[in-house]
């Protein structure tokens, strides 16, 4: 049977409506689906971007190398600007010798914790003939503490702890044979030695 001329050009016809309706239809589901995940969307307006403020952080307080509240002192730093009566109470009496104290000296009826006073790392463990058992901790912005007299010590050398953190239990000591139970703490700015008393409390970042 031989086709009639009309019927190719139809069939063309047909063939790129129904190509060009199936696009449509494709395109408008497309653009309806998108449309709908965007209402979903919340936008941030620059006016609340510009209300942000930024987090700053604060500067760490210098803590006290102990936790209990019975610790007292003992025996304090000498300063030779102190007045009489406290210069007599920083005097460390030795081998028959008198010697400025160049810390502080706390001290309890029992044996107590020892903690750090700051973030740091543990730089050096050993024994004194005279301090007993040492720790020395670096810390922010030049400081260096260091523990003597101790009986235990919990942490070990290179090790990073935060302030607070139990490093050993007071003790005894040669050159403070005389104070029974106590611990003997020294502290260093820019590697000379500070009075602890102007140090504890402050903010790190006003010493």
Do not use: C, W
Not at 51 to 61: G, H, K, L, R
Not at 94 to 100: E, S
Not at 155 to 171: D, H, L, N, P
Request: aromatic share 8%; proline share 3%; net charge negative.
């Amino acid at each position: 049977m031989k086709l009639k001329p009309f019927v190719f050009p139809v069939l063309y016809l047909s063939l790129i409506f129904v190509l060009v309706g199936g696009l449509y239809i494709t395109s408008k589901a497309i653009k309806d689906d998108t449309t709908d995940s965007l209402s979903d969307i919340t936008y941030v307006s620059s006016i609340i971007l510009g209300d942000v403020v930024p987090v700053v952080n604060v500067d760490a307080t210098v803590n006290n190398p102990y936790v209990l509240e019975s610790v007292k002192i003992a025996r304090y730093f000498y300063n030779a600007e102190d007045d009489i009566d406290r210069q007599k109470e920083s005097i460390v009496f030795y081998n028959d010798t008198y010697m400025p104290n160049t810390g502080i000296d706390y001290t309890d009826t029992e044996k107590f914790e020892v903690v750090s006073i700051l973030d740091g790392t543990v730089i050096d463990i050993r024994e004194d003939e005279l301090l007993g058992k040492i720790i020395e901790i670096r810390h922010e912005n030049e400081l260096v503490s260091s523990y003597a007299g101790l009986s235990e010590i919990s942490v070990q050398k290179g090790e990073e702890i935060t302030a607070g953190t139990k490093i050993g239990m007071s003790g005894t000591n040669k050159i403070n044979e005389s104070l029974g139970n106590h611990l003997h703490l020294e502290i260093y700015k820019n590697g000379v030695n500070v009075d602890p008393l102007k140090i504890i409390g402050q903010k790190l970042g006003d010493i």
